[in-house]
């Protein structure tokens, strides 16, 4: 029984990472009809994933809450904001969706120009991850003063390639001869190539372990060992 349990996944992942790779180089109505099937079963499974989610987020935080663990008041907030916001949404919804009924130029959303989730998401949420980015900045700005000390030939040149790039973003650097196209071929030459470089990597990377996925190699999400 535990080998049909291991057998039967593997076989649906080896059959569909097959026909989804085969449907890239068939020009055929088929193959086109079979992608646009799968990508309407891949929204189903994002819900499906998202409803789980939000029910493990949810039960973690609650149970957070009840046994009073360290910083357990931040799990009480955060249920009572998602409590709020889902309330809210859901509100506006049946509200848009009565008016609709009589006016058939409103949009039955929850999440529209002037709903309560727009004025959450722009009074709120865009703030506080402006200011949690605002704080990156300093650990940035550590992290460039650990990373640009001159110990190596390496290091040296990636001090001055910076110095370079940074003064030819600022008004200073226009006044300064060569600086400002120094900069721009530093940042359409050199990063350019390496972004490639590394998307490159990154490719190969998917490239293999979708690989390992389709044939049987990698089986972590089985689950065990």
């Known amino acids: 029984m535990l080998h049909l349990k291991r057998t039967v996944p593997l076989a649906i992942a080896f059959l569909s990472g097959i026909l989804l790779l085969i449907q890239y180089f068939v020009p055929h109505p088929w193959s086109a009809k079979f992608l646009q099937y799968t990508s309407d079963w891949q929204v189903t499974l ?12 949810v039960q973690s935080h609650v149970t957070k809450a009840r046994r009073k663990a360290p910083g357990w008041g931040f799990s009480a907030v955060a249920l009572a904001a998602f409590g709020i916001t889902v309330a809210m949404g ?11 009924r009589t006016d058939a130029s409103i949009v039955t959303t929850g999440s529209g120009e002037g709903s309560p989730l727009s004025w959450v998401y722009n009074s709120l949420l865009f703030p506080m991850g402006g200011a949690m980015f605002s704080i990156l900045g300093f650990f940035i700005a550590s992290a460039a003063f650990r990373a640009f000390r001159v110990k190596s030939p390496e290091a040296t040149l990636l001090l001055l390639s910076a110095i370079v790039v940074m003064l030819g973003q600022v008004p200073l650097g226009a006044h300064l001869p060569g600086i400002p196209q120094l900069s721009a071929w530093l940042l359409s030459v050199p990063t350019t190539a390496a972004k490639r ?17 389709i044939f049987g190699i990698e089986r972590a999400y089985l689950g065990g060992e």
């Not at 994002?46 to 987020?57: D, I, K, N, R």
């Not at 859901?90 to 609709?100: E, G, I, K, N, R």
């Not at 990597?201 to 390992?212: P, Y």
């Open 197 to 213: 470089a590394i998307g490159f990597g990154v490719a190969l990377g998917s490239i293999a372990t979708a690989l390992r996925v």
């Open 90 to 100: 859901m509100w506006w919804s049946v509200h848009t969706a009565w008016q609709s």
């Open 46 to 57: 994002a819900y499906a994933a998202l409803l789980l989610g939000v029910g493990s987020l």
